[in-house]
């Protein structure tokens, strides 16, 4: 019990911003909480510089199978540069995405160790550097398992017989609510040694508190690039309520 009532659905709706007053409120936590966006940034820009001259080149190949090329203007040239840096870096994020969660990992895990000794929680045996990769890899794939065949079948359930879009459209809001959540939570509960099958008995038995979590940040995370800037919070806000629900029960 927390303040007379179960830890539930508004709790784990409103824990992402406790987890935000709190990382604002220690700041040796601010340099881990840059490195996610610090590596989108990066993985970004490399991209574009190691592949913006064979873009280039590979734009003008495909133009020429169509057109002559031979008498092209400078700045036919330099809108060929500019249109092939704004696709590298279209795919960069996209890149970027998927893999700085994963490079971000050792930095997020130390974001949920000063959250537990904030929160006094008992102590645990750290990881190597190798195993906080593998903890942050593991966070987004397994999420990303576990949802998306269902989402792409409801997709095409949708475009089959568009009347179910009634029915679809919520469970898709809903699976990835539950997929988000997941993921984050995967964090603490993989460094405390948590396995899989104790992971689906935590989400079923506290399944509103869950559900609201993963709906908060829903709501941010389908805003461009900006999940990648909310990972340090939803990290500590999964810490928080973790440790919330385990003291409650």
């Known amino acids: 019990m927390v303040g007379g009532s179960l830890v539930g659905f508004g709790r784990g709706f409103v824990a992402p911003f406790g987890a935000i007053v709190g990382l604002l409120r220690t700041p040796r936590a601010w340099p881990f909480a840059l490195v ?38 400078d700045s036919a040239l330099k809108a060929v ?31 949920v160790g000063i959250t537990e000794r904030e929160l006094r929680a008992p102590a645990r ?3 190597g550097f190798f195993a906080e990769l593998w903890c942050g890899l593991c966070a987004m794939s397994f999420s990303m398992a576990l949802t998306m065949p269902v989402l792409v079948a409801l997709f095409v359930l949708g475009l089959v017989v568009p009347p179910l879009a009634i029915i679809t459209t919520p469970l898709k809001l809903l699976i990835g ?19 899989a099958l104790q992971r689906f008995a935590f989400v079923r ?14 709501l941010v995370f389908w805003l461009p690039c900006f999940g990648i800037l909310m990972l340090p919070v939803g990290v500590a806000a999964a810490t928080r309520l973790y440790w919330e629900i385990e003291r409650a029960g």
């Open 36 to 73: 996610p966006a610090l590596m989108f940034v990066l993985i970004d820009v490399a991209l574009v510089l190691c592949l913006k001259d064979r873009a280039s080149e590979l734009i003008l190949k495909l133009w020429g199978l169509f057109f002559d090329v031979s008498g092209v203007s």
């Open 81 to 111: 540069n500019a249109a092939s840096i704004l696709v590298l870096a279209l795919l960069g994020m996209i890149v970027a995405s998927v893999l700085s969660p994963v490079l971000s990992a050792p930095a997020l895990e130390r974001i």
């Open 125 to 127: 045996l750290p990881l």
């Open 177 to 195: 609510a539950l997929g988000i959540a997941w993921g984050l939570f995967d964090y603490p509960l993989t460094l405390r040694g948590v396995g």
């Open 205 to 218: 038995r506290h399944f509103s508190a869950v559900l609201g979590f993963g709906v908060a940040f829903t």
